[in-house]
């Protein structure tokens, strides 16, 4: 990682350099060809590290608004086409977790993965009963590849955890994280517990699983159809049904942190499967619960109820900050405040449909973080929920979806299971 970011700070340095004996006319021509060359060298990196490193690519290749085009694109390959295993290895893994061949559990088997990311790659399949079926099969020694990974990022971190920039509170959290991931048992459970419940959201499309199929390292399900969003998007959808599926993933996120009060927490594209009427929605290793009083906490900050009840502020600020943080800091009001702020810009109460194409959301919601940040407020308990609420957000840019977000967001609020409230803490 040191030499990756080395050799990326030197080819900006070489690129200003040259600037000052190249012609104007050509210097946008330089800068791309440097962008391109960057781009490249990390995603080949991260690539290669797999585990938290890959990671990492993934959720930068999300950050549209951070990030020129051409690094988005070359980040996003990184999402579903990481290089394979041998296939003499991935025979390995499956025999030894199944005890035979990939060909003698299944009636065809194609050797070659049709995608591959941080933790494991995905083979086309059909059972011997019929079904159409994707089987995720793991990378060896992943567990030891993470543990390892994150004790260098703990000693590499630890002038920050001392300052309290990044506390390693942050650090464990999404290290259990991505440990809960390597047991595919884990996701089978998830996998079952989203299916049971999303019965109720006829236009989302949950995989089967098939148990007998399934191990520790072995996933087993049934093969949806549909294309990644940026497959989708060259077809050429009309604004109607990017407008229709736009609705749909905010009205899905909603059903999540309200209704099952679970949340898909590895929220890059290729983890949904598009059509013009559903979404379909793979890779359950990384989900969070949420406790009753954190979706509390979210549903009286979107109703603005702090500002109205001081103890209702007391506890949103014990909750999110933790027992040790003084009602009376300046600090913790300013963050809601501008959070506030951003979130009317997003969700307005007038029924202007917001336009989540316009990149300036993107800059507020990135100025946001960035003061969340400095502040210190970084919960362990709301890592996963912003992670995937960034994930929400982005796809919506993606789509370029126009649609009346607080109306959708007031009405699930409503109906998904939060008409009870929390009593909040006493003043």
């Known amino acids: 990682m040191t030499k990756l970011t080395a050799g ?33 060298r990390i995603r080949q990196e991260l690539q290669e590290l797999r585990g938290p490193a890959m990671k990492l690519g993934q959720v930068l290749s999300m950050q549209s608004h951070l990030l020129d085009e051409k690094a988005i694109d070359e980040l996003a390959n990184l999402q579903m086409r990481a290089p394979p295993m041998h296939p003499t290895l991935m025979r390995v893994q499956f025999r030894n977790e199944l005890g035979c ?68 509170s942050v650090i464990d959290e999404l290290r259990r994280g991505i440990l809960v991931e390597c047991d595919y048992r884990n996701e089978k459970r998830n996998i079952e517990r989203f299916g049971n419940a999303m019965k109720r959201l006829a236009f989302v499309e949950i995989p089967k699983v098939f148990p007998e199929l399934c191990t520790e390292r072995v996933l087993t399900i049934s093969f949806l159809e549909g294309k990644h969003v940026d497959d989708f998007l060259r077809t050429k959808p009309s604004q109607e049904v990017r407008n229709r599926l736009g609705r749909q993933f905010l009205e899905l996120f909603c059903f999540q942190a309200y209704e099952m009060r679970w949340i898909h927490a590895d929220p890059h594209p290729g983890n949904y499967l598009l059509s013009t009427d559903h979404i379909g929605m793979v890779d359950f290793g990384c989900v969070k619960e949420l406790n009753d009083e954190v979706v509390q906490c979210i549903r009286d900050f979107s109703l603005e109820l702090w500002q109205k009840n001081e103890g209702v502020y007391r506890s949103m600020l014990k909750t999110i900050c933790g027992p040790g943080v003084s009602p009376k800091d300046p600090g913790p ?3 809601l405040d501008e959070m506030i702020r951003v979130y009317r810009h997003l969700y307005r109460e007038n029924g202007e449909p917001t336009d989540f194409g316009d ?69």
């Open 8 to 40: 990326v700070l030197g080819s900006n340095v070489g690129y200003l350099v040259g600037n000052l004996f190249t012609p104007a006319r050509r210097r946008g021509a330089r800068r791309a060809a440097m962008q391109t060359r960057n781009a490249q």
């Open 101 to 168: 061949d990939p060909e003698e559990a299944f009636e065809e088997f194609e050797p070659e993965p049709f995608a591959a990311a941080s933790l494991g790659q995905v083979h086309r399949a059909r059972t011997r009963d019929g079904h159409r079926v994707a089987v995720k099969i793991q990378y060896p020694a992943v567990r030891e590849i993470i543990e390892a990974d994150f004790q260098t990022l703990s000693q590499v971190m630890l002038p920050a955890s001392i300052m309290r920039v990044i506390p390693q």
């Open 359 to 427: 990149v300036k959301i993107f800059r507020e919601m990135s100025r946001l973080y960035k003061l969340f940040l400095s502040s210190k407020f970084l919960p362990p308990e709301f890592l996963f929920y912003s992670r995937a609420e960034m994930g929400l957000y982005m796809m919506l840019h993606r789509l370029g979806a126009r649609i009346p977000a607080y109306e959708i967001a007031t009405k699930a609020m409503a109906s998904f299971g939060t008409a009870k409230h929390i009593p909040a803490q006493p003043n």
């Open 333 to 335: 009001r300013r963050t």
